[in-house]
């Protein structure tokens, strides 16, 4: 086995071992987290058995795709989203985890191609109202939801969020589950959802026990991430 592919088989060890701490006999995805890293690691974690791959800046991605094309990846793109890049955001990509606006919702509502199942979007909730993250607030959920399910191309599938770092238990599950109880509240609303995007590499283990459905992780599979250099500073 390669390294990756080494990586790859313990994270989803320790998926099942937080798994069986917090009581789930749920399914929990991972979503590889493949940022910065060349396409060949792509690959050979995708020889290794891992389909979904999440992706956050947009050129960078595509160029990953075109070289790609022979590996049946589900892409997913989970970093902020500016407007003038919804419609290759739209065209390119299975999932998006980062809406959390209405102008989002429209845009990406009109560039999916009709050829192709609507876009699974996630709403992205800034739990932790941090300046400096994208994300909408809890007050504007129901609104940005009803208007995901108003669009046929689109399908609303849930929340993401990227809750401020600690490095305390505790602290990780009580930011959590301010995610959990706004999707909770969501569906008690009537809006279908089946996904909780919630947890990386440094708090998934809180993540799950607050009822993660998705879990993103990327140094832990593909180790380090490399230096980049790119011409695009967001989206």
Known sequence: MTIIANSLQAVLANIRQAQQDAGRHDYIRLLAVSKAQPAEQLREAFQAGQTAFGENYLQEALAKQALLTDCAIEWHFIGPIQSNKTTPIAEYFDWVHSVDRLK??????????????????????????????????????????AAIEAEPRLKLRGLMSIPAPSK?????????????????????????????????????????????????????????RPTRNRDETTA
């Open 104 to 145: 989002l919702v429209k845009r990406l509502a009109e560039a999916r191609p009709t050829g192709k199942p609507p876009l699974n979007v996630c709403i992205q909730l800034n739990s932790s109202a941090e300046a400096s993250k994208s994300g909408t607030d809890i007050l504007q959920l129901a609104e940005l939801a």
């Open 168 to 224: 305390d238990f505790a602290t990780q599950r009580a930011q959590f589950r301010i995610v959990r109880n706004a999707f909770l509240a969501l569906q008690a609303q009537g809006h279908t959802l089946d996904t909780l995007s919630i947890g990386m590499s440094d708090d998934y283990v809180a993540a799950i026990h607050e009822g993660a459905t998705m879990i993103r992780i990327g140094s832990a599979i593909f180790g380090a």
